[in-house]
């Protein structure tokens, strides 16, 4: 009779159901990820329906590429009374039709109403603006390319016993 109770009570049916808190924090990384995709695939119908009118426009004017593959690591979930803000990392490469290659990757907060999880504003870099104008300058651009030194200013180790 003893083990019948053991068993009886180790029978691991009943599930932990996700708090409020975790499934509003479920459907904002749904929807960010809907909106990823479609801005990836270009789908501009499906943008319009995911994005305030506000943000609208700037992010299909900015749809300049070939290709475009972004990737996304959210770091924190805040969620607020009419509002869920995703804090997330994130890294791009935009390809144009002259097979010129953009490279970039920023931080962002991203905040979605929380009834309709529609993305609201955009705090911080944003990942769906390829900077346009920098593609066709120079044929390739990355945001960790160095800068070159300021004349007259010799950063290798090795020339500062030379003087």
Not at 25 to 50: G, T, V, W
Not at 68 to 89: C, G, H, M, Q
Not at 114 to 128: A, H, Q, S, V, W
């Amino acid at each position: 009779m003893a083990l019948t109770l053991i068993f009886s009570g180790c029978g691991g049916k009943d599930k932990i159901k996700p708090s409020d808190d975790s499934r509003l924090a479920m459907e904002a990384f749904d929807s960010i990820y809907i909106i990823k995709a479609a801005y990836q695939d270009r789908n501009s119908s499906a943008l319009k329906k995911r994005l305030a009118p506000e943000l609208v426009e700037n992010i299909l004017n900015n749809l300049l590429f070939e290709k475009a593959e972004l990737t996304f690591t959210p770091k924190i979930v805040r969620i607020k009374d009419s509002s869920v803000i995703v804090d997330l990392n994130w890294q791009g490469t935009w390809q144009t039709v002259k097979e010129e290659k953009l490279i970039r990757r920023g931080t962002a907060n991203l905040e979605l109403e929380k009834e309709t999880m529609t993305l609201l504003r955009i705090d911080g870099d944003n990942p769906f603006i390829t900077l346009s104008d920098e593609i066709g300058k120079s044929g390739e651009k990355s945001q960790d390319e160095k800068p070159e030194p300021a004349a007259g200013f010799d950063i290798n180790p090795d020339n500062a016993d030379s003087e």
